[in-house]
């Protein structure tokens, strides 16, 4: 079995793969990596969001940054590689909280706000989260592997997961 390519998602970013490439984003803070994935086509879509919604900010042309409009562009994306919405799974991680301050208030709280947004835009359109490892206070490298759709999250001093 040969391994695919490793497609690089930066920040503010996404890109969709098939099997056997592996999808992934370094980095994550308060962002949240996003990856959706179709068990029985193998297509996968990986977003690394900054920030929850597009609509607050004046400079929204990169679709890949917030959540609302990333997910809509991954999925559509992934629709036209063949995947079905109907059976789109979604795997989370991220949305830190990198620096703690006293007093501080829920705009500067944007990692909670990130996994919110993140939470009911997957919500509002029935795609299902059947793993996360979001929130904590250290950031997180991922790797979505198309092939499985095994999710992998890297951290310092804190191990690797497979969700």
Do not use: W
Not at 111 to 129: K, M
Not at 131 to 158: C, M, P, S, W
């Amino acid at each position: 079995m040969s391994q695919g390519k490793v497609i690089k998602v930066g920040m503010a970013d996404l890109s969709i793969a098939k099997e056997p490439d592996i999808l992934t984003t370094l980095g994550l803070g308060s962002c949240v990596g996003i990856a959706l994935y179709d068990p029985s086509t193998k297509v996968g879509g990986l977003a690394h969001i900054m920030l929850p919604d597009s609509k607050q900010i004046k400079n929204n042309e990169n679709k890949a940054k917030f959540a609302d409009t990333a997910i809509e562009v991954l999925v559509q994306a992934m629709i036209k590689e063949g995947a079905r919405k109907n059976r789109i799974v979604a795997k989370i991680a991220g949305g830190a909280h990198m620096f703690e301050f006293k007093n501080m208030d829920d705009m500067m709280r944007i990692g909670t706000r990130n996994i919110n947004a993140v939470v009911q835009i997957l919500n509002e359109i029935h795609i299902p989260i059947i793993a996360q490892d979001v929130g904590e206070n250290y950031g997180r490298t991922v790797e979505l592997h198309t092939l499985t759709g095994v999710f992998r999250v890297k951290t310092i001093g804190h191990g690797i997961r497979e969700i």
